[in-house]
């Protein structure tokens, strides 16, 4: 399966929010574990482009001004788009509705169910 940078980093995110257990859960939390091998270069540099264009607000969160956005966002831009490569682990779409995820975090998550 392939996959853009920003929406493996996207369903990554969703899949931390998740607190889905049995095979659904299972099968998150390795694919979790996939993913978070495939986007450590991506991250890397999506951190970098946060600390060059963003100001440090307390923690680790950052505000950004408009331009300073723009400018993010464009040379983010090429590193979206890049594709990656993995196996997924698959559920049966009858596991996947089974479990409490809300619509949003299906709809990122839909690469996960088998195609029949």
């Known amino acids: 399966m392939k996959l853009k940078n920003a929406d493996a980093y996207h369903s ?7 607190k889905e257990s049995g095979m659904l859960g299972f099968a998150i ?8 091998n495939e986007l450590v270069e991506y991250d890397g540099k ?3 482009l946060i600390r060059k264009y963003g100001t440090p607000v307390e923690g680790d969160q ?18 979206d788009e890049l ?11 009858e596991t996947f509705i089974g479990g409490s995820l809300t619509s949003d975090q299906m709809y990122a998550l839909m690469w996960m ?4």
Do not use: G
């Not at 594709?83 to 779409?93: G, K, N």
């Open 83 to 93: 594709e990656i490569a993995f196996e997924p682990m698959t559920v049966s779409e």
């Open 12 to 18: 990554f995110l969703v899949m931390q929010q998740s």
């Open 62 to 79: 950052y505000q950004f001004t408009a331009e300073n956005s723009r400018r993010f966002f464009e040379e983010m831009k090429p590193f």
């Open 113 to 116: 169910v088998e195609e029949s």
């Open 46 to 48: 999506r951190n970098e």
């Open 29 to 36: 939390a390795k694919n979790m574990r996939k993913l978070a």
